[in-house]
């Protein structure tokens, strides 16, 4: 098919009969589209947009089956543009510049082209700076529709050139609106609580809802009702919004953490079980709760990071499902202890003084000396041998002389970090100014 062509195709016709159910029942109208009021109820910006036909470039972003793609199809409809979907899988630089040549032509002429692209974020950073000129000039008017966050995945140059609509996951009453169009539609014989068990499963996801309504009827034996058993065994399992590789993997994670944070043991469970749950691998969750027991239990419950490690080594060792109660027990145990971030704070502060500041040499005193050479230089000459001091600790700071006196560790009194302060407070009281 030459790139010419692509402008020639039709608008967007119903659907065959023989098409999937979420298919076949996408609205045609602005009044028929379900959701997104914010974005689509009378006198808001988008639904103005549209109606004028004055489109402007857009990534719509929003998690899946809430209507990007339908409302690509709705605006294809009612634009006096010439409407292009595009290939993120199977196009690439060469086909986005023939299609954006073609465009270009069209523009002269004074006929606009709409170029809709869904799961933009599949194309890499020089597909995505080919179409820079174009939309810069107006000669396309580009709809993208993604699942992941545009500031990651879209550049920023194409970014800054567009306008982000944030797309809402369906409420309860928006998903039951729909099933219930599809039952009084197609006369499907599905009960109350098979709907609202249907609702419960479909997590704010039209299509998920729409694909199982099309499966428990294709299971119901003729002349019976689609209960809640068939709609459970038509969905396996709850539908569970979560992606390892994109936003929501490090939406949940953040709430998990932040959840043993403010010691929400509850909260914590939740959240750990979500991501278990939805295929996560159970090595990188250990991974981030030894990273919690430095970061914000550290030295006031030194046992922490034991148990974190502990857990990590029994999710190696007995593997999945059975690691998955280690894993809660280490949660568990990290939002009940007492919590200090001095850990973290402290080695900020020495990290970015190392950073920033000259590298000032190591103290004589502080150089070990094996050569001749080195003793001559008088490395080593004045250390004092901690061990042969009073209680242990020498008269002899070992920062060098330029940051002498600095401080980066401040305890908290606060579990068994109060004693570590007792004892540091005593020793920085006998070598160094306070």
Request: glycine fraction near 6%; charged fraction near 30%; aromatic fraction near 8%.
């Amino acid at each position: 098919m030459s790139m010419d062509s692509l402008f020639e195709e039709p608008r967007p016709e119903k659907p065959d009969e023989n098409a999937p159910l979420a298919e076949r029942m996408r609205p045609e109208t602005l009044d028929d589209y379900v959701g997104q009021r914010h974005l689509l109820g009378p006198g808001k910006a988008l639904r103005t947009a549209i109606e004028r036909d004055r489109i402007p470039s857009m990534v719509l972003w929003g998690p899946p089956g809430v209507g990007k793609t339908t409302l690509a199809a709705i605006i294809a409809r009612l634009t006096s543009s010439t409407f292009v979907k595009f290939s993120a899988v199977l196009s690439g630089v060469k086909e986005i510049r023939e299609v954006m040549a073609t465009a270009e032509r069209h523009f002269r002429s004074g006929r606009r082209t709409i170029l809709f692209i869904d799961e933009i974020h599949r194309f890499n950073k020089a597909q995505q700076d080919a179409f820079l000129p174009y939309v810069e000039k107006g000669s396309i008017t580009l709809i993208g529709a993604t699942t992941e966050n545009p500031s990651f995945e879209v550049i920023a140059a194409l970014l800054s050139r567009v306008r982000v609509f944030v797309l809402e996951a369906l409420s309860d009453e928006d998903v039951r609106s729909l099933v219930e169009r599809a039952r009084q539609r197609f006369g499907y014989p599905i009960s109350d609580e098979g709907l609202g068990s249907l609702v419960d499963l479909a997590n704010g996801d039209a299509r998920s809802a729409l694909n199982i309504l099309e499966l428990a009827v294709g299971l119901a034996p003729e002349d019976g009702r689609i209960g809640k058993e068939l709609v459970a065994e038509a969905a396996q399992q709850r539908v569970l919004l979560y992606d390892k590789g994109g936003e929501e993997h490090y939406n949940i994670i953040s709430a998990l953490h932040k959840s043993m944070r403010n010691s929400d043991a509850d909260a914590a469970l939740y959240w750990l079980a979500r991501m278990l749950d939805a295929g996560e691998d159970p090595l990188y969750i250990a991974r981030r709760l030894v990273r919690f027991a430095s970061e914000d239990v550290g030295l006031a419950d030194p046992a922490a990071l034991a148990v974190a490690l502990a857990a990590t080594e029994a999710v190696r060792f007995i593997g999945m499902p059975e690691g998955q109660l280690a894993l809660a027990q280490c949660a568990l145990y990290l939002a009940a202890a007492p919590k200090s971030n001095s850990v973290y704070t402290a080695y900020s502060a020495a990290l970015d003084e190392a950073r920033n500041t000259r590298a000032e040499p190591v103290p004589l005193y502080l150089r070990n000396a094996p050569t001749r050479l080195m003793k001559q230089l008088r490395y080593g000459e004045g250390y004092r041998y901690a061990h042969d001091e009073e209680e242990g600790v020498s008269q002899m700071d070992c920062l060098p002389e330029q940051i002498r006196g600095q401080r980066y560790y401040v305890a908290k009194d606060v579990g068994v970090e109060s004693e570590i302060k007792r004892r540091l407070d005593e020793a920085r009281g006998r070598f160094r100014k306070t």
